[in-house]
């Protein structure tokens, strides 16, 4: 099956075909999401929190995500490999994205970049696309804009959003994600716009859906918000082995004969 490229999406928008997007930030889970076919791999700066640890994208640095996103690309064999662009890479000018972006392009397979904004983003977007880089956009809850609007909260303001849709897709993005709005707005927007919307917290009315993929798996356990489905408990089955593993080497049940060299 040839690699998934952003034609793809807007074929499948207009086929009606759901896109799956998952969150990836190492070799060894990449290989098997590529393998489950997840249409794209996003190494998202959610990174920051699910593999460093702080409670907000904001720290994550340009280089860190080269880092992981040259290792989900060399495992991904067919979905498309989506890098964000993190907190004051790209927000400074066009010229600072078109660099930030660029190093994602030459120094890693991915093959598109993702990044944060509505409007305010909509001048850089058109650059980035006129440099041919191919952009995601993100509207609604926008992580990095955490200081400003004081939490993690659902965005309502149906007017906002909606402006901030359409100038994400006039610029010349190839895709939407769409996080923490409420289903009806996220309808309209997908029913308006001509690029596909990939929904977190947006209903089922996108023209696709993307997780974290830690919380999908029951790995991350600091919060749960209420979008998430746990496909398994992966958490639970880690402590289990490790408990487990612990004990045998306390008592000397492990290793036994078969697992050592005569
Ligand atoms: O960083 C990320 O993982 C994201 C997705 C949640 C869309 O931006
Ligand atoms: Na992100």
Request: net charge negative; charged share 20%; with cysteine.
């Amino acid at each position: 099956e040839p690699p998934v490229t952003p034609p793809d999406f807007a074929r499948w928008k207009q086929q009606g075909r759901k896109i799956s997007v998952l969150t990836a930030y190492d070799y060894t889970t990449a290989l098997l999401l590529d393998q489950a076919e997840v249409d794209c791999l996003l190494v998202g700066d959610t990174l920051g929190m699910v593999v460093q640890g702080h409670s907000t994208t904001l720290r994550v640095t340009l280089d860190q995500m080269i880092y992981h996103v040259e290792m989900v690309a060399r495992a991904a064999k067919r979905a498309l490999v989506v890098a964000d662009m993190p907190f004051l890479s790209y927000q400074a000018s066009p010229e600072q994205a078109i660099l930030s972006a660029g190093r994602f392009l030459k120094e890693t397979e991915c093959r598109a970049v993702k990044l944060e904004g509505g409007r305010r983003s909509a001048a850089t977007i058109r650059a980035l696309v006129e440099a041919d880089i191919p952009i995601m956009g993100h509207v609604g809850l926008t992580p990095q804009s955490i200081r400003r609007l004081g939490g993690f909260k659902v965005q309502r303001n149906a007017d906002e959003i909606l402006a901030d849709a359409h100038a994400v897709a006039e610029a010349g993005a190839f895709a939407l994600v769409l996080e923490c709005i409420p289903s009806d707005v996220a309808a309209r927007v997908t029913a308006e716009i001509s690029i596909p919307t990939i929904g977190i917290g947006a209903g089922a009315g996108c023209d696709g859906q993307v997780l974290v993929t830690p919380d999908l798996l029951g790995l991350f356990e600091g919060f749960r918000p209420r979008f998430v489905r746990r496909y398994a408990e992966l958490g639970d089955e880690i402590r289990k082995a490790a408990t487990q593993y612990v004990a045998d080497v306390g008592s000397g049940a492990f290793p036994n004969a078969q697992e050592s060299f005569q």
